[in-house]
């Protein structure tokens, strides 16, 4: 299993953002997904996902900000970021897990087997 994450980069406060993550080895639709982030010093922590089922979750500080969807024809998961905010800033990686339940919606980090490289972003106030 593959995973290639990108789309990230500098943008202003307020702005937008949109990044993807393509997978090989892997349909996207029959797995539990996610996006995390790591600023500098911190830990990695979880901020929207899909469960097997399709269920769409996030995490508090993004929601009504940030959009996960997917394209299963192009078995890539994207993650649209608006009103974005210096706190916004870190690396963003997209992650695929086989463990978590249908219905489950896994946020550790621990609940994903398989990583992508990760992005970039950086937000300017």
């Known amino acids: 299993v593959q995973l290639q994450a990108c789309g990230g980069g500098l943008v202003q406060a307020g702005g937008s953002l949109r990044l993807s993550c393509a997978a090989s080895?892997?349909?996207?639709?029959?797995?539990?997904m996610g996006w995390f982030r790591q600023a500098q010093g911190k830990e990695r922590e979880f901020v929207a996902g899909?469960?097997?089922?399709?269920?769409?979750y996030y995490e508090d500080s993004v929601k009504g900000r940030f959009t996960i969807s997917r394209d299963n024809a192009k078995n890539t998961v994207y993650l649209q970021m608006n009103s974005l905010n210096p706190e916004d800033t870190a690396v963003y990686y997209c992650?695929?897990?086989?463990?978590?339940?249908?219905?489950?919606?896994?946020?550790?980090?621990?609940?994903?087997?398989?990583w992508g490289q990760g992005t970039q972003v950086t937000v300017s106030s």
């Open positions: 080895g892997r349909t996207f639709s029959s797995y539990g």
């Open positions: 899909f469960t097997r089922s399709g269920y769409t």
């Open positions: 992650a695929t897990s086989d463990s978590a339940g249908y219905y489950y919606a896994a946020r550790s980090s621990k609940e994903f087997d398989y």
